[in-house]
């Protein structure tokens, strides 16, 4: 079985919905990641989590939120989605042991197309 | 800020040609820097990393040199084969301990026999 997984792994949306996007990890990390993925832009950090009370914001949070029910469990919503948040999403676990040097794990991505 | 670039793609060769993707970086301290790979639908993947300066990062033949002095950690492999056609992803993580890593724009390889 995968270590990450994200479920759903295809969806499509129409603008004003809300939508949630679930991440579980079996490796036991701490850490656990969100990005979305654009075509010539490489991956940018949505939201983080340190642990189930420490969660961040990261370079483009604005339109989304995240939940960490658990240590395993990290969900990112789109409370009202929009077509630019149209792309590929990616959850990423690290532990926190190696500090900048820590590597994530990556689960397989949801694609996400709000119409 | 931190801020990584690599060479444009799409990058076309044959089976057994040399690779060498640049990848250069912008950063406060001492990041760590890591290359990820990502095969046609799925996630990335570690392919390997450096954690400082002078170091060589090396997995499944690829390479990979920490370079303080020229900003750069260029991925290189001798042989590429028909497998090792992806998208090739060159991040940073920053010397403060949160673990963000910023990733560069992604090069795309494409392989032929």
């Known amino acids: 079985d995968a270590d990450v997984t994200q479920t759903p792994r295809n969806r499509i949306t129409k603008t004003g919905k809300r939508i949630m996007l679930e991440c579980s990890q079996t490796k036991g990390h701490d850490r656990m990641y969100w990005y979305r993925q654009d075509p010539g832009l490489g991956l940018q950090l949505i939201y983080y989590?340190?642990?189930?009370?420490?969660?961040n914001k990261g370079e483009i949070s604005d339109g989304y939120s995240v939940s960490r029910q658990a240590q395993a469990k990290f969900s990112l919503s789109l409370e009202s989605a929009i077509p630019n948040q149209t792309a590929l999403y990616f959850c990423?676990?690290?532990?926190?042991?190696?500090?900048?040097?820590?590597?994530?794990?990556f689960g397989p991505g949801t694609r996400l197309t709000v119409l | 800020g931190n801020s990584v670039t690599q060479m444009e793609g799409p990058v076309t060769l044959s089976e057994e040609a040399f690779l060498t993707i640049n990848c250069t970086y912008t950063a406060t301290g001492y990041p760590s820097l890591f290359w990820y790979v990502q095969y046609p639908g799925e996630g990335l993947q570690l392919l390997l990393k450096?954690?400082?300066?002078?170091d060589k990062g090396s997995n499944k033949g690829f390479e990979a040199t920490y370079r303080k002095e020229t900003t750069s950690f260029h991925l290189e492999k001798g042989s590429v084969q028909v497998s090792d056609s992806a998208v090739y992803f060159c991040?940073?993580?920053?010397?403060?301990?949160?673990?963000?890593?910023?990733f560069g724009q992604g090069t795309t390889l494409q392989v032929k026999p």
């Open positions: 991040a940073l993580s920053g010397s403060s301990n949160t673990g963000k890593l910023i």
């Open positions: 989590s340190f642990d189930v009370k420490d969660i």
């Open positions: 990423a676990t690290s532990d926190s042991s190696g500090g900048a040097g820590d590597t994530q794990y």
């Open positions: 450096a954690t400082k300066a002078d």
